[in-house]
């Protein structure tokens, strides 16, 4: 914009030099050729700015090339780096999806397990409840078996000690325990039982040696 008014100024000095004024030839020539020189100044500094804006074009050009080249490789690795993660995400939950599975079907399989203990448990626990029954009355049974028990124990040492009580005194006879003795060995040898001679005798404690006991004839 600086030089527009140098491209001026020679067409006015031209415009001056065209009006019919009175001039020699030698001005005439001189202001001529300081016109045209003035004029070519001009032309070579908008050549020199022409050259200078196309350079810089250029160089624009060259850095919207690159910026654009830059933009497209970007564009390209994001891309790539999308279709990557998008690629991954894809096989995780293809992962996930067959973790699921498996785990349902171990779910299942748990499932059957628990209802087939389930039931397991409640034929246990039928059988538990019967088991119970059968041995309170076993319990009952025996209890009543004791009883019985204790009273044939009963009924045998009142026989006993009745039986001892009216044996004749002819019906025995006094042996000495000697060295050795025991009251198997006795009962065995005379014929008779270790809880007769304890019924006749009223032992409670082991023999003595010299100690004079009663045995049956």
Not at 45 to 59: A, P, V
Not at 69 to 75: D, E, H, V
Not at 178 to 199: M, N, P, R, Y
Request: proline residues 3%.
């Amino acid at each position: 914009m600086k030089h527009v008014p140098k491209i001026f100024c020679p067409c006015l000095c031209l415009l001056w030099s065209c009006t019919p004024l009175t001039s020699s030839p030698d001005e005439e020539k001189h202001q001529t050729e300081l016109t045209i020189h003035e004029i070519q100044t001009n032309v070579d500094d908008l050549r020199h700015d022409l050259n200078r804006f196309e350079t810089e074009i250029s160089s624009s050009d060259d850095k919207i090339h690159y910026l654009g080249k830059s933009l497209s490789t970007l564009k390209e690795k994001e891309m790539k780096t999308i279709l990557r993660t998008i690629q991954e995400l894809a096989s995780q939950m293809d992962a996930d999806r067959k973790t699921i599975l498996r785990l349902e079907e171990r779910e299942a399989l748990v499932k059957a397990a628990l209802d087939h203990l389930t039931s397991h448990a409640e034929s246990t626990i039928c059988a538990f409840k019967q088991y119970k029954e059968r041995l309170g009355e076993l319990e009952q049974e025996i209890a009543q078996q004791n009883e019985k028990f204790e009273e044939m124990v009963k009924m045998r040492n009142y026989v006993e000690n009745v039986a001892a009580k009216i044996r004749s005194p002819e019906d025995v006879f006094t042996y000495t325990v000697k060295a050795g003795d025991t009251l198997e060995a006795i009962a065995k040898s005379h014929q008779t039982s270790v809880e007769e001679i304890k019924t006749i005798n009223h032992i409670t404690k082991d023999l003595v040696v010299g100690q004079k006991i009663q045995l049956p004839k």
